[in-house]
Each structure stands twice: as structure tokens, then as C-alpha cells.
């Protein structure tokens, strides 16, 4: 078959549609960039780059464009699209970005960093930065990995299962208040009924899995698949064989780490014991 023709003429590509979108209303509006941020409550500089690209913004900014320009959740929509589309994410993680998307359900081990499924946005823009990623592409990513949460969002949402080992709950952010909420996100998603928040204390010991972090997925078609990735690489682990390997281990891990229930108390304890205030 043929690809379908493009009658409109404008982008395809989510990100870039979403930014032709908003200059060609701005544009049939006759009005500048500093006329929108009057009205709408921005700084000017925000829709430029909005314009050109270089940012998604928030869902709000979407939601109040769209109230602006009369195109109820239309901009939302294109905004979510633009979020979701794995292609903005390096090469060794796009594939994993598509079936996180279509997962009936997932389960992860992380040892030394909280899943980006439950990052506050300046918990990633830390831990995305201590990798070397700054500026304009520092903000896209951060965008992209927060508009991931979606995934867990609503009455579909798949189940998660998450085990934590207590070295992630003492790698705290350099500001105090910042890591307060991490913390308190944390607690707060475990109390979704899809989300279930186990901790790995240090005194179980060594385990299989010590210099590797690793999500399964369980898809549609009935195959579970793996992500592993320790510091120098990330694979999509997709034979039968490794993925019960890895399963066998994460297994065991689960078996060992506090319930949800002393999982949560022990999460609580953490967070009471970070300073209000960055030390001097």
C-alpha cells in the first residue's frame, strides 16, 4: 500500500506539529508574541520557543492556549502526542519507549536511581545533568521523561511494581527541599492500587542483580521483554532464555525486600530525617 498522501501540508512529526500549530493560530490572530504572553500569562521568550521547538512547555501552558484560541483540547492533545513520541529519546531507547507505552503490565528493579516512571521533574533534571546533558536539550529531556508518567495514569493504567534498594532512598538531591518531595511523590504513588513500592534493605545482602537496574514489560501479544542497563550501556532484552534469567533473579530480589506496607514506613522514615534546609 502506498503511503497516504499529506493533504494539509504541515508536519507529521509530533513535536514539530505542535509548534506549527501554535504559530499559524498566533499568526491568523495578527497578534505578536508579546500581545499572546500579555493575555495568556507567560514570558514571551516561553512562546518562542514554543514556536520554534525548542521546548513543550507544560500541559497547563496547553490548556490555556487552547482556552485562548477558542480549539478546546485540541493543543492539549497535539501537547500529550508531542510528550509520548519516543523518537525524541537516543536510539537504545525507542523501542523500549514504544512498548513501555503498550505494556499490560511492568516491574522493575532499580539500585542505584529512583525509575523515571516516578522522578519529579528536579529529580531527573539533577540526575539527567550529572550525565552531561545541559541546556535547551536538558529541558526537552527532562519534558519528555515527566510526560512518561502518563503511563501510569488513569483507570487503564497497567500495574507497576517497583523494588528499590536502600542505597536510591540515600542518594539524595543537593537540595534538601527538592529531595523532601521526591521522597513524598514516592510515598504518595505507592498508594495507587496500580502501583505497588517495595524496599530492599542493605542488610539483605549481595544478589544477582547489584550492578544492574532492570524493567519488565509483559505486552499484548503474551512475550514478556527486559530493559537492563547498568552505567556504561542499556539493552532490550528480548530472548525467552535471558529474560528468565533475569526474572529468576529479580524474583529473588522480590522475595527479599520489605512488603509494601513496612516499605512505605521505611520511605517515611527517610524523609523525616532530611534537613529542612542545605547545610553550610
Same mark, same amino acid.
Given at each position: ?54 521546548? @513543550? ?26 510528550? #509520548? ?7 537504545? !531507547? ?11 503490565? @511492568? ?6 536511581? *529512583? ?23 536538558? $529541558? ?14 488513569? $483507570? ?16 539524595? @538531591?543537593? $537540595? ?12 504518595? #504513588?505507592?498508594?495507587?492500587?496500580? *502501583? ?29 521483554? #527486559? !530493559? #537492563? ?37 521505611? *520511605? ?13
Amino acid at each position: 500500500m502506498p503511503p497516504r498522501r499529506v493533504i494539509t501540508g504541515r508536519s507529521q512529526e509530533p513535536r514539530r506539529r505542535f509548534a506549527e500549530e501554535l504559530r499559524l493560530l498566533r499568526t491568523a490572530r495578527g497578534e505578536s508574541l508579546r500581545d499572546l504572553a500579555k493575555v495568556v500569562g507567560w514570558d514571551p521568550s516561553l512562546f518562542g520557543k514554543l514556536e520554534s521547538g525548542a521546548t @513543550l512547555g507544560s500541559p497547563e501552558v496547553a490548556e490555556a492556549l487552547d482556552q485562548h484560541y477558542g480549539t478546546p483540547g485540541l493543543l492539549l492533545a497535539l501537547w500529550e502526542l508531542a510528550v #509520548a513520541d519516543p523518537t525524541q529519546f537516543k536510539e537504545q !531507547y525507542r523501542r523500549y519507549m514504544v512498548l513501555e507505552g503498550e505494556a499490560l503490565s @511492568l516491574w522493575h528493579y532499580g539500585g542505584g536511581t *529512583i525509575h523515571g516512571l516516578l522522578q519529579t521533574p528536579e529529580y531527573a533534571r539533577e540526575l539527567l545533568a550529572a550525565g552531561g546533558i545541559k541546556g535547551e536539550e536538558l $529541558d526537552r529531556q527532562v519534558e519528555a521523561r515527566i510526560g512518561r508518567r502518563k503511563v501510569l495514569e488513569g $483507570d487503564d493504567a497497567p500495574p507497576f511494581r517497583i523494588v528499590l534498594s536502600e542505597a536510591v532512598l540515600r542518594a539524595s @538531591l543537593r $537540595d534538601p527541599g527538592e529531595w523532601r518531595e521526591q521522597l513524598a511523590y514516592l510515598v504518595k #504513588a505507592s498508594e495507587r492500587p496500580n *502501583i505497588t513500592v517495595c524496599v530492599l534493605p542493605f542488610g539483605t545482602g549481595l544478589h544477582g542483580l547489584m550492578d544492574t537496574a532492570v524493567t519488565f514489560l509483559r505486552l499484548l501479544d503474551g512475550r514478556t521483554v #527486559a !530493559y #537492563a542497563e547498568n552505567d556504561v550501556r542499556g539493552e532490550l532484552v528480548e530472548e525467552t532464555s535471558r529474560v528468565e534469567g533475569l526474572q529468576r533473579k529479580y524474583d529473588a530480589i522480590r522475595d527479599l525486600a520489605l512488603n509494601p506496607a513496612e516499605s512505605r514506613t521505611f *520511605i517515611l522514615r527517610v524523609l523525616e530525617d532530611v534537613p529542612c534546609e542545605r547545610s553550610t
